[in-house]
């Protein structure tokens, strides 16, 4: 069941009971599955726990990512879709984070069978404005291209990697253990691609499409998912509940766990 | 806050617990910051207002210290560095732009800091800026480093494709030295290469009336009908009314980009070849013109659909490069194929039927060399001397040009009548003729057998008992013989020189009795000689298919023979077989 190659590519590892319902905690941009550390042992007790990184980050198998796949949320989701099928699980509590929730409704679409509720954690369906729609996403192109910069002035850390493109060969090879292993370092490549795939994305059209019914955790604060985004989200989910969280940021899995925890469980009625 | 921390001074002196503290928190070498949970700023040192051009009052409880970062700084922090600052307390030298208060950026360094009370909760934020142009020049190195060494890359690999190109279409021409079939592989190469299409037009300037001849072909299979379709549509609207191949001639490779179908709509009156532009592809292509002697011999025609890159000005140069390849090799192959049927023509009308014999069966095959490229000085002949002996020859002429053919007509001419004028021995004949060619000052070295057919008792009258063949072989491969009981032998006999070394050389002769129903059969080399084969492995086989053919008919022994040996010889081969009546 377990052991397969979705399993090793994604990093998989479960926790909580064998039997249980499941439940998969998804990443969203720029970490791993550490951000959930604090929020999943509250699960462990009744459910089947099951956390993953997404190609590209964390300890997922590194050298299974290509630009040219990763560069839509379409290719996460179908991740996601292989690893429920590997693992072989039904009933499925999809809790994603960011833009991962975007990738949970795109898995859901492809099969809304196997999943029984999704969790959307800060979600946006279009991170860029769009005025002839009047949709506010919260930001410019400019902006989206203001974050490519910041990630490329920032691989100071990677110049190790980097140095054999320097030298002449930019064909990479493995990267170095140490740059892996170091909490939510990600490849500035797999991060500009990532970023794109991300902020220029638009699943409106999506939304309406969903049938899995699903929870929407609202920040206050939020700048990357404002809570006019949040609610949008909401109009567009049916059968969604969209629930106002008191942690401010863009990150209550790490900022405020216990708030996020205990939503989940309320809304999944398992107080 | 009820418990009001240390740094909630709202004056610009941030801490005020100790003159000291304050001291090093004004004269730290960078700007500090300090934040509560929600990211309000409630502290600052003068170095921050420094940098930032803010004032304290414009900070201090009104601004979210994120505000003095670019908005790509802030998702960069939102999405990377919060969840790090938040599991492991503090993230150090992250390359951003402070936002001052005239709209400038300024390159700085961040650290951020959780702070904690004394039970260990987090009660905000510190934050240092250091200014950092620095660092960024050489993160700006770095990154132009990387780029530069990924264009370098970039610029290898297409330098090496460009090259594969020349190579390939060097090798499709050279293939053949038929023109239809090394254009058909130079179309092939171009899409596999470089086009989504071609089209490939010869044009031979010394025969204006003749329809242009074309190849095509598609990267898609699917698609080929349709590009086939299009050739054959041009090629009979000749190039005036064509979208690619109007314009004078004499004009160089062209590049067209950004062809619209409004051009194509223009340019293109006839509704199915529009149709096929939409079905094959157009987006951009090069139509590359091939000159010899100043006159037009080629256009070919590379496209590009629109889903595609367009063709760019390397491209052109490729196709000009091309272009120039083709031109050399279309006149060659045109030139050779005139001069090769010349030689065939003036070959064949040297070699004659035999003349018929009532005592002997004759009959004579030639066949050109199997790849059309080469003309041979092969020869055979048969003819009547004057005391009725009836002489037969094969003959090989060295070289393989219209210069052999001519050599070989004359030797034969010399041995034909010499042979006719005089009733010598064979060896005479081959003596004299040897002489003669030396004498007229003809430079020809040719290997060759002359056969006498002797009958001292004509046919039908007592005592007749078959006849004997008598021959010289100047250096020739020797004849064979095949019984009425079916056994084929090699009639190995010491052979003489070549005709052309030396004249003075004695010549001998040999003899062999022949009785009705014997077969002699004489040929060139190319029915015994393969690449790797030594020359017994050859009359080996030669023997192998002989053996049994007495009761086929003499044509059908030939034709046999032929079929089974001559097949894919690289030369040309002559075949002369007599049988006794």
């Known amino acids: 069941m377990t052991g397969g190659e979705v399993v090793r590519r994604n990093n998989v590892h479960e926790s909580g009971q064998r039997h249980g319902q499941p439940i998969v905690f998804a990443h969203g941009y720029g970490c791993d ?28 198998d590194l050298g299974a990512w290509d630009a040219e796949r990763y560069a839509t949320l379409q290719a996460y989701a179908a991740d996601v879709v292989q690893l429920v099928h590997e693992m072989d699980l039904v009933d499925v509590v999809f809790v994603g984070h960011s833009v991962a929730s975007m990738i949970g409704v795109l898995a859901s679409l492809t099969e809304p069978d196997r999943f029984a509720n999704l969790v959307l954690v800060g979600p946006s369906p279009r991170y860029i404005d769009d005025p002839r729609t009047d949709y506010t996403g919260g930001f410019s192109a400019e902006d989206i291209d203001g974050l490519l910069e910041t990630l490329e002035n920032n691989q100071l850390g990677w110049a190790a990697a980097m140095a054999p493109a320097i030298m002449g060969n930019a ?95 309320s809304y999944l009625g398992r107080t | 806050m009820s418990d009001r921390a240390p740094w909630d001074d709202p004056s610009c002196g941030g801490p005020t617990q100790s003159s000291d503290w304050r001291r090093s928190w004004e004269s730290a070498p960078c700007g500090l910051v300090d934040a509560d949970l929600d990211g309000l700023i409630v502290a600052v040192n003068g170095r921050a207002c420094e940098l930032s051009g803010f004032t304290v009052p414009e900070l201090v409880g009104r ?40 709209g400038d950026r300024l390159p700085a360094l961040l650290t951020v800091d959780l702070l904690r009370d004394e039970t260990g909760a987090t009660r905000g934020t510190r934050v240092a800026l250091m200014p950092a142009r620095d660092r960024r020049q050489f993160e700006i190195s770095l990154r132009n480093a990387r780029d530069a060494a990924e264009r370098a890359d970039r610029a290898r690999a297409t330098a090496l494709r460009r090259l594969e190109l020349q190579a390939d279409a060097t090798e499709a021409l050279a293939s053949s030295t038929d023109l239809d079939t090394a254009v058909d592989r130079l179309a092939q190469v171009l899409v596999a290469r470089l086009a989504g299409w071609c089209v490939i037009f010869t044009v031979d300037p010394s025969d204006p009336s003749a329809p242009m001849r074309w190849t095509a072909a598609h990267a898609d299979p699917d698609r080929q009908v349709a590009v086939e379709r299009v050739a054959e549509l041009w090629s009979r609207d000749r190039p005036a009314s064509n979208l690619f191949l109007g314009g004078p001639t004499g004009r160089p490779t062209t590049l067209m ?75 060659s192959a045109r030139r050779f194929a005139r001069e090769h049927a010349n030689s065939m023509t003036l070959q064949q009308s040297l070699l004659t039927a035999p003349p018929s014999i009532p005592a002997l069966e004759i009959a004579v095959r ?93 046919r039908g009258e007592p005592g007749h008992d078959g006849v004997t063949l008598r021959w010289s072989n100047a250096g020739h491969p020797p004849p064979l ?55 017994d492995e050859g009359l080996r086989r030669l023997a192998d298919a002989l053996a049994g053919k007495h009761a086929v008919t003499l044509g059908s022994l030939c034709d046999s023979v032929l079929d089974r040996l001559g097949s894919g010889s690289r030369d040309d081969i002559a075949m002369l077989a007599l049988r006794v009546r």
Not at chain 1, 210 to 221: D, M, R
Not at chain 2, 65 to 94: C, H, K
Not at chain 2, 268 to 297: M, W
């Open chain 2, 481 to 535: 013989l095949v019984t009425t009981t079916g056994e084929a032998t090699v009639l190995a006999r010491p052979t003489d020189v070549l005709l052309g070394v030396d004249p003075h050389r004695p010549r001998h002769d040999h003899e062999v009795r022949l009785t009705a129903g014997d077969t002699v059969v004489l040929y060139t080399d190319g029915l015994i000689e393969r690449p790797h084969q030594d020359i």
């Open chain 2, 257 to 331: 980009t950004g062809i619209s179908e409004h051009l194509i709509d223009d340019a293109t009156a006839d509704v199915e070849l529009r149709a096929l532009y939409q079905a094959v592809g157009v987006g951009s292509a090069v139509v590359a013109p091939s000159y010899a002697r100043g006159e037009r011999v080629a256009v070919t025609i590379v496209v590009r659909g629109n889903g595609q890159p367009a063709f760019v000005e390397e491209d052109r140069a490729d196709m000009a490069e091309v272009a120039g390849r083709t031109g050399i090799f279309v006149d």
């Open chain 2, 366 to 458: 030639y066949i050109p060399a199997q790849d059309g490229a080469q003309v041979g000085g092969d020869w055979y002949d048969a003819f009547v001397q004057p005391d009725g002996a009836t002489v037969v020859a094969i003959g090989d002429v060295m070289g393989h040009d219209i210069a052999a053919a001519a050599a070989m007509g004359q030797i034969r001419g010399i041995i034909r009548t010499i042979g006719h004028t005089i009733a010598g021995q064979p060896s005479d004949t081959l003596t004299r003729a040897d002489l003669a060619a030396r004498g007229l000052q003809t430079a020809v070295i040719a290997s060759a057998i002359l056969a006498r057919v002797e009958d001292p008792v004509p």
């Open chain 1, 171 to 265: 064909d990479r090879p493995e990267l170095a253990d140490e740059l892996q292993n170091s909490f939510c370092r990600t490849d500035p490549r797999v991060a500009n691609t990532f970023a794109r795939a991300t902020f220029l994305s638009d699943n409106r059209a999506d939304l309406a499409r969903v049938t899995t019914p699903s929870l929407i955790l609202q920040c206050a604060e939020d700048a990357i998912a404002p809570e006019a985004v949040g609610r949008y989200t909401h109009e567009h989910l049916r059968g969604s509940q969209l629930v106002y969280l008191k942690a401010t940021g863009h990150c209550p899995n790490l900022s405020a766990p216990a708030e996020v925890a205990s939503a989940i469980r």
């Open chain 2, 63 to 102: 601004k979210n210290w994120l505000d003095l970062l670019s908005v790509g700084n802030r998702m960069f922090y939102d999405t990377q560095l919060a969840p790090v600052l938040l599991l492991e307390g503090s993230i150090s030298e992250i390359m951003v732009d402070v936002v001052t208060r005239g």
């Open chain 1, 33 to 60: 599955q550490e951000m959930w550390r604090h929020v999943t042992p509250t699960f462990e007790s009744d459910y089947r726990v099951i956390v993953f990184d997404h190609v590209g980050f964390g300890g997922s």
